[in-house]
């Protein structure tokens, strides 16, 4: 399995913005696509976004889409994601995953991640 270290986390106002980091190890980061993922205090961990193996494709969680961007850097085996206009329900634990899939795949389910990372946490403060 790759290993995956999530890093950029915080505490940030409303309206401000935070780019995380997913460094991947282990493995040939290009063979897997990403997928981040977030928990809130007494709430289910749930899809944030993902990204394909090249980079061409990504999909959004509708309560995301617009504010955040993934992209990813195969060449330093690293995922990102640019968080803009935060709100204070973007508060959680965010989490990066890999799975190894084909090539255009954009998955979005939990279960179809194989590896994870510890989780960073983010903090928006109104």
């Known amino acids: 399995q790759v290993q995956l270290v999530e890093s950029g986390g915080g505490l940030v106002q409303a309206g401000g913005s935070l780019r995380l980091s997913c460094a991947a190890s282990g493995r040939t980061f290009s063979d897997y696509a990403m997928g981040w993922f977030r928990q809130a205090p007494g709430k289910e961990r749930e899809f944030v976004g993902t990204?394909?193996?090249?980079?061409?494709?990504?999909m959004y969680a509708a309560s995301v889409k617009g504010r955040f961007t993934i992209s990813r850097d195969n060449a330093k085996s690293t995922a990102y994601l640019q968080m803009n206009s935060l709100k204070p329900e973007d508060t959680a634990v965010y989490y990066c995953?890999?799975?190894?899939?084909?090539?255009?795949?954009?998955?979005?389910?939990?279960?179809?991640?194989?590896?994870w990372g510890q989780g960073t946490q983010v903090t928006v403060s109104s």
């Open positions: 990204i394909s193996r090249s980079g061409g494709r990504t």
């Open positions: 995953a890999a799975e190894s899939s084909s090539y255009y795949s954009t998955p979005t389910r939990e279960a179809d991640f194989g590896s």
